[in-house]
Each structure stands twice: as structure tokens, then as C-alpha cells.
């Protein structure tokens, strides 16, 4: 186990095999965590870590950072500013702070917190949990069964090619329906529209209402093996403006 501590310049920093402690302080830094459950933080200036193959903790600090996670199941906190965020097929807990930041997720089961700023999140091939935060925020669940719960602000929420659930909070947010067996629980008239422009399957509002149904107090669009659950929803009070095409 090391302990490395930088400076106020550009300092590039290695780790080793063991579980190390590095913080960057001031300055650009490379930081490469090597091996090993290593703890970095890369304190102020735009940053680069790359914490290896252990079971990491990252804290990015400020600056616009990149930071890349290899195959652990790590703890990042990407920090103030325009962050980009790749990790690779651990169970992930990620962070993004305050900036516009970019998250990319690999085949674990990942739970993801956009934070402040205007964010797009690719959560990858697992089961993911993904929190926006009070930007307008593009979050793809891609694959896997996720669930996604955008919060404040204009979202678009993509559950990708899974069995997703889908909660869009405050805002005037789009809901894409790429197939499977999806759920929308707050789907809100007024604000919010459900597109289905990736659906080859439905080109019209006639489409559509042929293909749904009440079921007790939602609304249930089936085509095939699948099928789109609109909770709390009337039939009846649906029109052809509440989708995109």
C-alpha cells in the first residue's frame, strides 16, 4: 500500500498492485491507479484518472475531469465541473456533480445520480438504477431492465431495449419506447409526450389506439410480446398530440 500525494503542478501519478490512498491536489493530473482497491481523489484542475482493476473509490474534485473504471465494482463521485464518466462491468455507484456531465456504464448492475447540470447518461447492458438530477437530462437505459427516475427538469428518458420502468418527476419530458415490456408511471398530458419514433411498429395515432386498451386505472399499448403500461392514465383522454412519431 502507497500513500502518494501530488502538488500544485501536472503531476502524473502511479499506483501499485496493493490498495493505495493518491491524491492529486492542484494542477491537470494523470493519475493511474494500477491494481488494487485504491481510494483516489484528484482534488482541483482537469484531471485524468484511470483507477485500475480493484474495487475503487474516485472522487474527481473540480475541474472537468475524466475519469475511467475498469472491471470493479466502484464508488465514483465525479466533482464539480463537465465530467465524462466510463465504467467498465463492476456493480457501479456513480456520482455526477454539478457540471454537464457524461456517463457511460458497461454490463453491471449500476446505480447512477445525475446531479446538477444538463447530463446524458448511458447506463449500458445491465440492470440499472438511474436518478436525474435538476438539469434537462438525456439518460438511456440501454440495455438490461432499468429503472429510471429523471426528477426536475425537461428529460428524456429511454429505457432502451429492456423491461424498463420509467418516472419522469417535474419537467416537460419525453418518454422513448424502443419495445419490450416498459412502464411509465407519471405520465402527465399537459407537459410530457411518449415518443415512438424508434418503434417501427406504430406510425400513427389510428396505430395506436387500435392497439390499446384500459386496464383498470391505466392504459396498456400491446404489440405482440410487447407492450407499454401508461399508469394512471385514461384511454379516452389520449389524443395523437401526446405522441411523437
Known sequence: MANIRGNDDD??????????????????????????????????????INAGSGHNRVNG???????????G????????????????????SITLGSGNDLSISGSGRD?????????????????DVIYGGEGDDRIFGEAGADRIVAHEGNDTLNGGSGNDT??????????????????????????????????????????????ASQVGGDVV????TDHLIIEDTRLNQLNGDDFDW
Do not use: C, P, Q
Request: net charge negative; glycine share 20%; no cysteine.
Open 73 to 92: 465494482n466502484d464508488v465514483i463521485n465525479a466533482g464539480e465541473g463537465n465530467d465524462i464518466v466510463r465504467a467498465g462491468g463492476g456493480n457501479n
Open 221 to 224: 399499448i400491446r404489440s405482440g
Open 61 to 71: 474534485g473540480s475541474g472537468n475531469d475524466v475519469i475511467d473504471a475498469l472491471g
Open 111 to 127: 446505480t447512477i445520480s445525475a446531479g446538477e447540470g444538463n447530463d446524458t447518461v448511458r447506463a449500458g447492458a445491465g440492470n
Open 11 to 48: 503531476n502524473r501519478l502511479n499506483g501499485t498492485s496493493l490498495a493505495d490512498k493518491i491524491l492529486g491536489m492542484s494542477g491537470d493530473d494523470t493519475i493511474l491507479g494500477h491494481g488494487g482497491n485504491d481510494t483516489i481523489d484528484g482534488g482541483e484542475g482537469n484531471d485524468r
Open 166 to 211: 420509467m418516472t419522469g418527476g417535474e419537467g416537460a419530458d419525453v418518454f422513448v419506447w424502443n419495445g419490450g415490456r416498459d412502464r411509465v408511471t407519471d405520465f402527465d398530458r399537459d407537459d410530457d409526450t411518449i415518443d415512438l419514433s424508434s418503434y417501427a411498429r406504430f406510425d400513427s395515432w389510428s396505430d395506436v389506439r387500435g392497439a
